[in-house]
């Protein structure tokens, strides 16, 4: 059990937008920035979003993020094929100390 | 170009020992926390451990691997190691040295680059 909740999966059509959510609570989301990253299969994750909504360089913007309260959203627009990925939110937890991850959110691109 | 390269993964009997290594380049290694994240196969990433800078402050996640895990750099060497006893099977899994925004490992930084992994199987 993730201490921060995501949706193990979700889908789209190409050109399509999606919208993937991140649950926690006070303790983690609530206090802390939260990050999101990208893993193909067989890949380490590579990072999307840092600092709640900020683009690395290199991110293309059809990626963005953002936080209110407890909860965090990743959305994705124009969908490709290459989106095709397992996504992850994290955070830094406050009570327990430890950085704390979604369980993942498997993309499918129909 | 950051470069994050690990070894030292491979098969342990149950109740051994390993030590992971990771070779850093391409940043200024003791301005950035470190940390070691893991993958259990078909599972989801979970944070195992993390080091500041200097090596002055480290953390491990409670329960799990605290009082079996020891974290540790070489600053000189541009090296962090992962030093793990009394491996149970809970344990196999890919291991991710991970390079942080800042000096510290905990809040206000985030991992910003990541190692291939290597794989650490546990069985008999």
């Known amino acids: 059990q993730s201490v921060l909740t995501q949706p193990p999966s979700t889908s789209g059509t190409p050109g399509q937008g999606v919208i993937i959510s991140c649950s926690g609570s006070?303790?983690?989301?609530?206090?802390?920035?939260v990050n999101w990253y990208r893993q193909l299969p067989g890949t380490a994750p590579k990072l999307l979003i840092c600092?709640?909504?900020q683009r690395p360089s290199g991110v293309p913007d059809r990626f963005s993020g953002s936080k209110s309260g407890t909860s965090a959203s990743l959305a994705i627009s124009g969908l490709q094929s290459e989106d095709e990925a397992d996504y992850y939110c994290?955070?830094?937890?406050?009570?327990?100390?430890?950085?704390?991850f979604g369980g993942g959110t498997k993309l499918t691109v129909l | 170009e950051v470069h994050l390269l690990e070894s030292g993964g491979g098969l342990v009997q149950p109740g051994g020992s390993l030590t992971l290594s990771c070779a850093a380049s391409?940043?200024?290694?003791?301005?950035?926390?470190m940390s070691w994240v893991r993958q259990a196969p078909g599972k989801g990433l979970e944070w195992v451990s993390g080091?500041?800078?200097?090596?002055?402050?480290?953390?491990y996640a409670d329960s799990k691997v605290s009082s079996r895990f020891i974290v540790t750099r070489d600053n000189s060497k541009n090296m962090v190691y992962l030093q793990m006893n009394s491996l149970g099977a809970e344990d196999t899994a890919v291991y991710f040295c991970?390079?942080?925004?800042?000096?510290?490992?905990?809040?206000?930084?985030?991992?910003?680059?990541w190692g291939q992994g290597t794989l650490v199987t546990v069985s008999s």
């Open positions: 600092d709640n909504d």
């Open positions: 994290t955070t830094w937890d406050d009570s327990v100390t430890d950085w704390v």
């Open positions: 006070s303790s983690n989301i609530g206090r802390n920035s």
């Open positions: 080091i500041s800078g200097t090596g002055g402050s480290t953390n």
């Open positions: 991970a390079k942080h925004s800042a000096f510290n490992y905990a809040y206000a930084s985030y991992f910003d680059s």
């Open positions: 391409g940043f200024t290694f003791s301005a950035h926390g």
